[in-house]
């Protein structure tokens, strides 16, 4: 069974103290169980959050199933999302995109045999001046890339490897 850290509970315990209102912390909450759990959000992290933060789990539910940047599978050591808005469709993410999961042996939302990838589409990543871009998260940070081609692209991921 997922538990949190001393440190995670820590986190989310000075989360809950910036707010007025429990509810205002599940978002930051959330991030902290995805981030102790590989990068996922399972029914036990909400269940933990629950408790730790003495909110229904069905309200934390609610608000996990809602926005899309939890992950509800478990996802490689590098998530790569690709924009998918319009701005990077017109010139060429739907291309970058066949071509990260043909090189990376991988349909979208599936995790490489090495556990180390993951491609996923996301909504508008906020770029559409420097279209197409991706952001590839890891447990540690977060990195965008613009102006990718899929070679481009694919010599930022096997950097990565």
């Given at each position: ?9 820590q ?55 809602f ?22 469709m ?7 995109t066949?071509h990260?999961?043909?090189e ?6 599936e ?7 993951t491609?996923?589409e ?25 102006n990718l ?13």
């Amino acid at each position: 069974m997922f538990q949190l850290s001393s440190e995670a509970k820590q986190q989310v315990l000075n989360e809950l103290k910036r707010y007025e209102s429990k509810q205002s912390a599940v978002l930051p909450a959330l991030y902290i169980g995805q981030k102790e759990n590989q990068g996922y959000i399972s029914p036990d992290v909400i269940k933990a959050l629950s408790v730790l933060m003495e909110i229904p789990e069905s309200q934390i539910n609610e608000v996990f199933t809602f926005y899309t940047m939890y992950n509800k599978e478990k996802v490689g050591k590098h998530h790569i999302q690709i924009c998918r808005t319009l701005s990077c469709m017109l010139v060429g993410a739907q291309e970058l995109t066949e071509h990260l999961c043909k090189e990376l042996n991988v349909k979208l939302g599936e995790v490489t045999r090495d556990g180390k990838f993951t491609v996923t589409e996301a909504e508008c990543l906020g770029s559409c001046g420097t279209a197409p871009m991706m952001q590839v998260t890891s447990l540690d940070s977060d990195k965008y890339y613009e102006n990718l081609t899929p070679e481009s692209a694919m010599n930022i991921v096997r950097a990565m490897k």
